[in-house]
């Protein structure tokens, strides 16, 4: 066959219970209307995850990127698991369905979007990275360990087919704008970018010998869109492995390594990203901390083999522990930074209704004025 698309994309339309889960009834909802899309033909094949309050739509079609026809039958999906989700008072029900109307893309709209076009190899093994209550930057570190990093990924080393290196896009949630680096030749010029996750995020990787797409995250950022604190980003993120992309394993070896992220409750805190299974993607103390699962797949003509749970492994039990003490140190903070974000990036929560609330009695301080005790005297 020729091109086949891998679209996935991703709503919180309700939680079960606060932000938590999804439940049953809404997750079937959708199911239904994306099974019945397959039985018409309109795609492929489709594999429905969740994380947390999330719902990720995993789809397989000859339409290519950014089809109207898949988005909007994403859209209709959701729309249609926020009616369950409402007549069930679930908690925020269609929160990230940000328009009233499906417009022709559900960029912008609130849903998360991450999408890429290519022929099959003679294997084709992909994973779907989906996380809860975080941002999109939280790929940052994970992606550049992935592509980048010879003590992370031994092939860019000993794999000829991998050892010129990757392209990184790296997008600008604010201005909209991307720029394209090489790595090893660009890597500090990179790392400027890519380290600064708030504002900076990986929105796809290539290889630079052929320019074969190997990753593609989700940049959506849900404050942006709509002007205001309307819940946290949640993003996916697709990474093609083996035969001149990373093996599963390197693929997977970053999240070993506990890493802080931005989100975790009301997305206002710094949180440590733990890997779970799909059974333990319920978070729920302080409303977290992040988590992320990892979905495996063969595509095979297009079907989805799988999902196949890879954090499902004893071997990722040190990094949740690790992540539990973490997460324990942070708490210590309480509502005091770093734990709780940044000025800057509490912009669209409450701190700029308190900042107008107040404005008026700020005063400009003259240093050179003489201070006083507690008694009221001028002191020396």
């Excluded at 320019?211 to 404050?223: D, R």
């Excluded at 999240?255 to 989100?263: D, K, L, M, N």
Aim: a negative charge; hydrophobic letters at 40%.
């Amino acid at each position: 066959m020729g091109k086949i698309t891998l679209s996935v994309i991703k709503a919180d339309i309700g939680g079960y219970v606060g932000h938590s889960s999804v439940h049953p009834e809404v997750l079937q909802r959708v199911k239904e209307v994306v099974e019945e899309a397959k039985g018409d033909g309109k795609i492929i094949d489709v594999s429905v995850l969740s994380c947390g309050d999330d719902i990720a739509l995993v789809m397989t079609h000859t339409k290519g990127v950014d089809s109207p026809d898949i988005h909007e039958l994403a859209w209709n999906a959701f729309v249609a698991g926020t009616e369950v989700s409402k007549k069930l008072k679930m908690y925020g029900a269609g929160q990230d369905l940000l328009s009233d109307a499906f417009s022709g893309n559900v960029k912008g709209m609130g849903p998360g979007v991450a999408e890429m076009e290519f022929v099959e190899r003679k294997s084709e093994p992909v994973i779907v990275f989906f996380a809860d209550k975080t941002s999109p930057s939280a790929w940052n570190l994970p992606l550049y360990e992935m592509f980048a990093d010879p003590m992370n990924t031994a092939g860019l080393v000993i794999d000829p087919s991998m050892h010129d290196g990757f392209i990184f896009e790296v997008f600008d949630v604010y201005s909209g704008m991307s720029i394209q680096l090489k790595a090893p030749e660009e890597l500090y010029d990179l790392l400027v970018f890519i380290g600064a996750t708030s504002r900076y995020c990986v929105r796809a990787v290539y290889r630079k010998r052929d320019g074969e797409i190997a990753a593609v995250a989700s940049t959506q950022k849900l404050s942006l869109m709509a002007g205001r604190y309307v819940g946290k980003d949640d993003p996916v993120l697709i990474v093609r492995c083996q035969s001149g992309f990373p093996a599963v394993g390197e693929a997977l070896e970053p999240f070993a390594r506990p890493w802080f992220v931005e989100g975790w409750m009301r997305g206002s805190h710094v949180g440590p990203l733990m890997p779970v299974s799909f059974a333990q993607a319920k978070p729920t103390r302080f409303d977290g901390p992040p988590r992320v699962i990892a979905a495996g797949y063969q595509i095979c003509e297009g079907q989805l083999i799988g999902p196949n749970d890879l954090f499902d492994d004893p071997a990722f039990d040190y990094a949740r522990q690790e992540a539990s003490v973490m997460a324990n140190l942070l708490r210590r903070q309480g509502i005091f930074e770093p734990h709780r974000l940044p000025p800057e990036e509490m912009e669209y929560t409450t701190l700029p209704k308190v900042l107008e609330k107040l404005k008026d009695r700020f005063k400009l301080v003259d240093e050179k004025k003489p201070k006083f005790s507690t008694e009221g005297e001028v002191a020396e």
